[in-house]
């Protein structure tokens, strides 16, 4: 299990390190900050004094260095367009990004597990056909419309929930449902699919045979053996909810890091994109690592490899 | 359209207006007045008689009529007296972008500047009508080529009780020149302010300036004692000013809230409480209008003007002190140098039809210009006609350059920007040129990569743009895309920089004007660019707000009134 970790550990390492130097690099040929951020009246004496107060004045692998060696201390620097810590700037979104991506995989979860038994229960039923239906229109729907849609009917037409914003669970529900909706689609056929498998096997047989409730049969047995392939397809997931979570936040005004990202991509505020995407790396590699630990608990026999 | 995710608003310095400049400079009387700067569009609601900017229009106008002084006696009564409301109720106004600075002796973002306004005073301001008024100045003058000997008003105080005097000055004028941050480039001509006795000081200049005044409308005033105490963070935290709102609370990324001040020295605010929200998409923020959650919303897109101009809502429009250009750059890496030729220049503006782009692509929400700026800016000279849309004098041009087999040529146009349809104006105006002869290879392109390449100069020989200047003064459009010394000039010549460097710094107005006027001509014979249009500052409002919208694109909160609050 330590050497488990370890390995892991430095697996993890790597990746950040090659996520930092890639971003770091193509930032580089993709714009200039200070002809972004100077004033437009600024003479080109002011450029040159602008560039020099964000360090972009020094040849670039000597900014990589000094880049990594920051990173290395945990420092990543200041925004250029805030002037302010990128790790303050960063951890001061990530809770609202969290809230709302926790809340889209609860949210999906919380239907696809019951729709999904369900229409591998009544295999072939009307109610298997719509559920097939809704998850693949919900796997094809995309973000930013979905998101128009809900606001456009939900709080404008109904008028029962804000159109956007932060600050309380009303706020909440029409993000959360705009970005689980995809992962709701796909959770529900995989949970059809692997409970059509697994009620297929022998052991179900005998545990019909053994006289056990059907409910037991169906929850304690089948679907605990359907929950690996769910754990590795919420564990992958998260990065993409990350990353839908850049739309879904701009639509609905939410102050989550996903915003963050996209103003700072405009403006090319370089050490502010690379601290949100080592941030990004460092939660996918983290929450991959708890998937794998994840999988140890559910599923004793991977547990001695 | 989201255009307020992106760069900085070009924001300039401030200039006198013909009218402000005789005004408060008193270098005569009974002058004529200026062209009326508030030309509201569309049909929409001007504010009533009580409106806070026909009071400071009276209270200044007393001082006018003061001839000969030589001073500036605009001792502007605090605005209002007569009409003191007592605030009420509330309003929620949405910006695409989240706020940078707080501080507001930091760079200036437009993005910022409608909070500002409501939290800090500065030394002089404008009305809604453009002129300027003396705030926390009770009057001042030009009292030499390098000073302004102003007056302060006595027993100001912040929010916070510290009270305004003449030291706070001093410290603020310091405060803008500290090194380790990046500052306004707009006070950099500031030198220091010498006090003279409890409320009176003098601030030199490093270089004789035309533009105090004007400069001196965004230097805000922040409350010195309370800065060096809590430090430049404690005061993100927790801003003081002058001014009629007082801070409440900043989520980032989602809003500010400020509540009236009910202490305000002058006439109070209308509203009592303001939240500044922030909704990045354009739709959601349209929604959100609707379902009365947000009450305006700035620049909506020009195909939901008729629909948001009817039911709860209205459009509110007035000329801006910003226009879209194209810009010539001869020399482009990208072109063959075929615009090195003052009349393939000249073609190009006869050859676009931008009246007809005008009237079917922005509603006719826009006025055609004969020059580089708006007809609101000072110094324009009206009697310059608009080229006319005219394609055969521009091949007769082309022809004559020996070009009339015509030639390639690459047209970018940013991909989303401040100004709407870039991408549409951008085929309109491939189509009338291919109707001359010349092929257009049309490059919609992310503005952040056409602004690297502008600081590359490796951008094409003719591009859309848009410069505006909340000085309305030719000095911010002319330093910034005519002078050579700028990095954003890529068509100048030596005697035009002698020109604009002269009326930089000349205090004489006429001498000024004559000197604009004559660069107004000779860049229409030499253009450097291809004329537009003035846009229109653009706000959708809930049918019960009154505000007059403003020439220089700010939302002033303490104007806007709520007929149903």
Known sequence: MGRFLIRRLLGALIVVIGV?????????????????????????????????????DKPVPVQYVEFMRGLATGDLGESFRYSEPVTRLVLERLPATIQLALAAIIFALAFAIPLGVLAAVKRDS???????????????????????MLIILVAVRLNVLPTSGYGSWQHLILPMVTLGTYPLAQFTRLVRSEMLEILRQDFIRTAHAKGLRSMTILFRHA?????????????????????????????????????????????????????????????????????????????????LS | MGDDLRAPVPYQSETLTRR??????????????????????????????????????????????????????????????????????????????????????????????????????????????????????????????????????????????????????????????????KRDVNFKNFDRVEKIDDTTFKLYTKEPDPLVPQRLIRFFILPSQYFQEVGEDGFIEKPVGTGPYKFVERVKDSHIKVTANEDYWRRKPYIKDVT???????????QALKAGEVDMMISPPPDQFDALNQGDTKVLSVISNRMAYCQFFPDSPQGNGELRDPRVRQALNYAINVDGIIEFLLGGHATRISTIFPPVIFAHDDELEPYPYDPERAQFLLKEAGFENGFNLVLAVPSTFILPKTVEIGQAMQEDLQRVGITVDLQPTEQATLVKQRSDR??????????????????????GILHTASPYTFYGKPEWDTLIDQAAKSLDSEERERIYKQL??????????????????????????????????????????????
């Open chain 2, 20 to 181: 402000s400049l005789f005004r408060y400079i008193g270098l005569a009387a009974g002058v004529s007045a200026a062209a009326p700067l508030l030309a509201a569009c569309g049909g929409e609601d001007t504010p009533d008689n009580g409106s806070p900017a026909s009071t400071a229009e009276t209270g200044t106008g007393g001082a006018a009529t003061t001839p000969g002084t030589g001073s500036a006696e605009a001792t502007a009564s605090p605005q209002g007296n007569d009409d003191d409301p007592t605030p009420e109720g509330n309003i929620v106004l949405a910006q695409a972008a989240e706020f940078i600075e707080i501080n507001p002796h930091r760079e200036l973002w437009s993005t910022d500047s409608n909070f500002h306004f409501a939290i800090f005073d500065s030394l002089v301001q404008r009305a809604d009508d453009m002129t300027i008024v003396p705030v926390l100045a009770e009057s001042f003058e030009n009292s030499g080529p390098n000073e302004w000997t102003f007056k302060l008003r006595e027993g100001i105080r912040f929010h916070n009780g510290e009270p305004l005097t003449v030291e706070t000055i001093q410290w603020n004028v310091q405060d803008i020149h500290t090194e380790d941050a």
């Open chain 1, 126 to 148: 009307i109610f298997d056909t719509v559920a097939s239906i809704f998850a693949f229109v919900g796997m094809a729907m995309p973000v930013f419309w979905l998101g128009q």
């Open chain 2, 520 to 565: 107004q001509r000779e860049t229409y014979e030499d253009p450097p660019w291809l004329f537009m249009y003035a846009i229109e500052n653009m706000y959708a409002v809930r049918s019960d707000i009154e505000m007059t919208p403003r020439t220089d694109e700010r939302v002033i909160v303490w104007n806007i009134k709520r007929t149903s609050s």
């Open chain 2, 458 to 479: 490796t951008i094409a020989p003719m591009y859309l743009w848009s410069w505006g200047s909340d000085s309305l003064d030719p000095e911010q459009f002319y330093r």
């Open chain 2, 276 to 286: 500044f929200r922030v909704i990045p998409d354009t739709s959601t923020t349209l």
């Open chain 1, 20 to 56: 930092s130097t890639i971003v770091f690099v193509v930032l580089r040929f993709t714009g200039d900050p200070v002809a972004l951020l100077a004033p437009p009246e600024s003479s080109k004496e002011d450029l040159e004094a602008y560039r020099r107060l964000l360090g972009l």
């Open chain 1, 223 to 303: 679907l605990s053996n359907a929950g690996i392939s769910l754990v590795t397809l919420v564990g992958l997931n998260v990065g993409v909810l990350l990353g839908g979570a850049i739309i879904t936040e701009t639509i609905f005004a939410w102050p989550g890091l996903g915003r963050l990202v996209v103003q700072a991509i405009e403006f090319r505020d370089f050490p502010l994109i690379q601290g949100a995407v080592i941030f990004i790396a460092l939660i996918t590699v983290g929450i991959n690592l708890i998937v794998d630990l994840l999988y140890g608990i559910l599923d004793p026999r991977t547990r």
